[in-house]
């Protein structure tokens, strides 16, 4: 069973940056779907940023070109890299991927936006 794990969270002023990275136990991301979510105290889980399998990046409304999605196959790594970060964009991030028979989760990765 492929596991994802993410790291890269933490506690960053408003306007500021952080680069998240989700790694694979294994030679995922050269195929399937791939994506981030989050998951704010008391809303449901959105989308942040996606990639089919296909090569369509598909971002959230509320990401207005602040964030970028990419993988690095050869590290079996994801990454979202956040710019311009709003204490509305505290949350839990997770990583998924995911083909037509599974789907994994990694365990989240906490990012507060605070002065």
């Known amino acids: 069973q492929v596991q994802l794990a993410e790291s890269g969270g933490g506690l960053v002023p408003p306007g500021g940056s952080l680069r998240l990275s989700c790694a694979a136990s294994g030679s995922i991301f050269s195929n399937g779907a791939v994506g981030w979510f989050r998951e704010a105290p008391g809303k449901e889980r959105e989308l942040v940023a996606a990639v089919t399998a296909g090569g369509t990046t598909t971002y959230g409304d509320f990401v207005k070109g602040r964030f970028t999605i990419s993988r690095d196959t050869g590290r079996n790594t994801m990454y979202l890299q956040m710019n311009s970060l709003k204490p509305e964009d505290t949350a839990v991030y997770s990583c998924?991927?995911?083909?037509?028979?599974?789907?994994?989760w990694g365990q989240g990765t906490l990012v507060t936006v605070s002065s």
């Open positions: 998924m991927w995911g083909d037509s028979d599974s789907e994994v």
